[in-house]
């Protein structure tokens, strides 16, 4: 006989009714008395896990987050040329961003505000995304396939010219858009990006 599935952690379960309340309701009406209503608990409770609400709120958006930055990690630490890389991980994280936005507008819409307010989590999540392209940045100046002698004019280029699609805030704004109109775009911008990159000419 298969053993019961193990009870889900507290902390994890709060997370969920946190995210499943911001969908319902939108950020203002999501209070921790109505999460904590629905969680057969107390307030003063959920405290215990999370000291106030806008670190419970940040819990939600690091949950999405996770599994994008280790697939930005895994893209970074593949066998790949460092040119395929950097072009991976611009797809990557446009396309997380575009799904998010279009299959839950209420969390991409949160963190957006979180990305023009600066705080310390789109911050990090930022510095992830930089961390990764540094490094590949510098693995293909080492392999010779990147013809550039300062890594932070490299680095500065690509976070540069793709910022109107990997900037949440510019995702957001081409909501409208088709999907496939601004990914060819995108391809296209990399395309120029690498070749800079690869020829120098930055």
């Known amino acids: 006989m298969a053993k019961p599935a193990a009870p889900e952690p507290t902390d994890v379960r709060l997370v969920e009714l946190a995210a499943d309340h911001l969908r319902r309701y939108g950020l203002r009406r999501t209070t921790i008395v109505s999460i904590a209503e629905e969680a057969g608990m107390s307030h003063a409770n959920v405290y ?3 000291p106030s609400k806008a670190a419970l709120l940040d819990a939600v958006i690091e949950a999405w987050l996770k599994p994008i930055e280790k697939g930005l990690r895994d893209i970074a630490d593949g066998p790949d040329p460092a040119s395929d890389k950097l072009e991976r991980l ?4 446009h396309r997380a961003y575009r799904q998010k936005l279009e299959n839950d507008p209420a969390l991409f819409e949160m963190f957006v ?9 789109a911050r990090r999540h930022r510095s992830r995304f930089v961390s990764e392209v540094q490094r590949i940045t510098d693995e293909g100046m080492a392999s010779g396939s990147f013809a550039v002698e300062n890594q932070r004019d490299a680095v500065g280029l690509y976070m540069d010219a793709l910022s109107r699609f990997i900037g949440p805030e510019q ?27 690869t020829s120098g000419r930055i």
């Open 171 to 197: 995702v957001l704004l081409d909501r409208e858009a088709p999907s496939a109109e601004i990914e060819s775009r995108l391809d296209r911008v990399v395309r120029l990006v690498l070749w800079a990159i």
């Open 113 to 121: 505000d979180l990305v023009k307010r600066r705080e310390a989590l």
């Open 48 to 50: 215990r896990y999370f």
């Open 90 to 93: 611009a797809s990557a994280i």
